[in-house]
Structures are given as C-alpha cells and as structure tokens.
C-alpha cells in the first residue's frame, strides 16, 4: 500500500484479555518500529525490527509485551492480561532501511482502551 | 545515553508571525536530528532532517530547521505562521554510534497559532 496501514484504528477490551495489533508497513522497508503515545505524554520506544536481524526489544515495558515479524513484512503487537494502564495509542512505523539517515514514516495508530 | 528535550509544552504564535520550537539532544557522537508534526486524530507526518551538510535544512509547508553544534540544538523555524500550522510538534534523535537504530523522541511541542 502507498503508507504504513495499522488495524484496529480503535480497540476497547476488558482487563485482562489479551490484544493484538497488527501493522504492515511500506513495501520494501526493512526497518519496522512500535511506539506508544499515551495521553499527554511523548512517544515511548517499545521495540524495532531490522531485516533479519535479533529485534530490540529494550522499550518493551514488562513480559506481557511481545511482538513478531513474520517474512520480514507484516508485524503483530501482543498484549497479554491487557492492564488499565496499557490504554494508549499504538503506533507502528517504518523506514526503507535502518540506517541512521533515513526517515520512518507513521501508520494512523491503533487507540487501545482497557476498560 | 541518548536523549531529546522540548523545553516548551505549548507554543503560542499570531499568525503572520515568524514561530520558533526549541529541540535540544544529548548523543556521544554526531547525530542525526529530524522534526515530526502531528494533526489532532493523525499520525506522526515527517517534515524535516538533518543528516550531514549544511546546517540549516529546509523541509515541508514552509518549514526549517538549525541544526548547531555547539548548542546541541535543532530548533525549528517558520518565518511566517499559518493557522493551519496548529498541531504538535515532536523533535527526534538517532545517534549512528549506539548501535541501535531507534529514534529517541522528545515530549511534544504544542503549537497554537491564533487568527
């Protein structure tokens, strides 16, 4: 697709459940990223693909996170015994490359609510 | 370790007038500098980078930024505000040297231009 498409735009769940995010970026970007805006606050770097390569996972905020890159294209963002405080906007981005130089472009975000 | 401050939460301008949205970065080496604008219910849009070169970049509607040095600053600049400018604003880092390749972004800049 022309930009990086994110599904749900929007996603209310019971504390508790268990969520996934999915997001598919710009074809041929071999950088993918997942942040997380909430209410008020900056973005807060949750984890990146490159390629091939082991994802960093250093944003990641406790092991009810996760996320996968399937063939290098399509990445899924799991939230395990989703808490109140998870409500936020997801965000995923991409990049051509993950070289330092080269800008990520934004999907719309996914506006998770823990009810 | 590598970070990223707007000094200023929100940012009032008349339009015509020329606005300005302060960025400052901490990185070991040299860094690479970029400015992201987000539209109420949008995703991040990029406007503008700096990578290498000269120090003043230019980017989209009208937009630039100084990247200096010495101040570790890459402030953003429009010489003449527009209404439609209103959004918020968020400065990003990559610092090549880290060994990872995310983007550190600051808390957001809100900018209000008043008709």
């Known amino acids: 697709g022309a930009g990086v498409s994110q599904s749900p735009s929007n996603k209310v769940t019971e504390k508790g459940k268990d969520v996934e995010l999915r997001c598919d970026p710009i074809s041929g970007h071999t950088a993918l990223y997942w942040y997380r805006q909430s209410l008020g606050q900056g973005l807060e770097f949750l984890i990146y693909?490159?390629?091939?390569?082991?994802?960093?996972k250093s944003g990641l905020p406790s092991d009810r996170f996760s996320a996968e890159r399937t063939g290098g294209s399509v990445s899924t963002l799991t939230i395990q015994r989703t808490q109140q405080e998870d409500s936020a906007v997801y965000l995923c981005a991409s990049s051509l490359r993950g070289t330092g130089n080269t800008e990520a472009f934004f999907g719309q975000g996914t506006r998770l609510t823990v009810v | 370790a590598q970070s990223v401050a707007q000094p200023e939460d929100q940012v009032n301008v008349a339009e015509g007038n020329p606005l300005t949205v302060k960025c400052t970065y901490s990185?070991?080496?040299?860094?690479?500098l970029f400015w992201y604008v987000q539209y109420p219910n949008r995703g991040l849009q990029f406007l503008l980078k700096y990578i290498t070169g000269d120090n003043l970049v230019k980017g989209s509607y009208g937009f630039e930024a100084e990247f200096n040095k010495s101040q570790t600053s890459f402030h953003l600049k429009k010489p003449s505000a527009l209404v439609s400018d209103s959004a918020l604003y968020f400065c990003a880092v990559r610092d090549p040297n880290s060994g990872t390749y995310k983007y550190i972004f600051g808390t957001g800049t809100r900018l209000k231009v008043l008709a």
């Open positions: 990185v070991s080496g040299n860094p690479y």
């Open positions: 693909f490159q390629g091939n390569s082991a994802p960093d």
